[in-house]
């Protein structure tokens, strides 16, 4: 009866290196979105991916950033070169089909030296 | 521009006390409105939510109240108790953009026993 999982739960990079973060959803669920969180502030939509489909990235920066839901394994967001800028907690968050009641994951907290 | 404000930032309420955090949000089509509550270090965790067709939600301790006309509602916390201390975020869900919710920015509720 596992939650929605992330790994790894902290990460450093040091900039211009690449970061791939990792989602696992709740069983059954077949629906993640991707949320950053700065320091002090509130959680920012990023993505929204079903099985082997993005269905929304508006929030996500035009470069760099990527995401992906494969039809087997976690959601993968990869960011690449990262940047100082890059540093906040990035929370996956799952939902059975599309249903307004998403349950969040741990979260990563991503540190770029 | 931001779609769904919150106050106040910061919120210091003495154990036994009512806590209250508003939001106002500005795009009509929203229908859901979820609190989620965040313990530091944690993901974000559903505490309550409400749909435009009721005025109130009552769950246990919390509550929501809700003002259409105004595009307004508020997380009530009645007894407040130092095991409340965390962050508290409201967000809206727009079944006509559905997966994306867009959060306010927290409020940081302080319990003094």
């Known amino acids: 009866n596992a939650g929605v999982m992330q790994n790894p739960r902290h990460l450093v990079r040091r900039r211009g290196q690449e970061a791939r973060l990792r989602c696992s959803p709740m069983?059954?669920?077949?629906?993640v979105y991707w949320y950053r969180q700065l320091p002090e502030e509130g959680l920012k939509f990023m993505v929204y991916l079903q099985k082997e489909n993005i269905i929304d990235e508006s929030g996500m920066p035009k470069e760099r950033f990527s995401a992906e839901f494969p039809k087997e394994g976690p959601s993968i967001l990869r960011i690449q070169q990262v940047v100082r800028g890059d540093s906040a907690a990035y929370f996956c968050?799952?939902?059975?089909?599309?249903?307004?009641?998403?349950?969040f994951g741990p979260g990563t907290r991503l540190l770029v030296l | 521009q931001q779609q769904v404000k919150q106050s106040p930032q910061s919120l210091i309420v003495q154990k036994g006390g009512i806590s209250i955090i508003n939001c106002a949000y500005e795009n009509t089509a929203f229908d859901y409105f979820p609190w989620y509550q965040q313990f530091p270090g944690k993901g974000p965790a559903l505490l309550i939510a409400i749909r435009p067709d009721v005025s109130e939600k009552k769950e246990g301790r919390f509550t929501i109240s809700f003002n259409k006309s105004a595009k307004q509602f508020s997380l009530h916390i009645m007894d407040s108790q130092p095991g409340d201390s965390a962050t508290y975020f409201c967000?809206?869900?727009?079944?006509?953009?559905?997966?994306?919710?867009?959060f306010g920015d927290g409020t940081t509720l302080t319990v003094k026993p």
């Open positions: 967000a809206a869900w727009d079944n006509t953009n559905a997966g994306k919710s867009t």
């Open positions: 968050a799952s939902s059975f089909l599309n249903q307004e009641t998403q349950y």
């Open positions: 069983k059954g669920h077949s629906h």
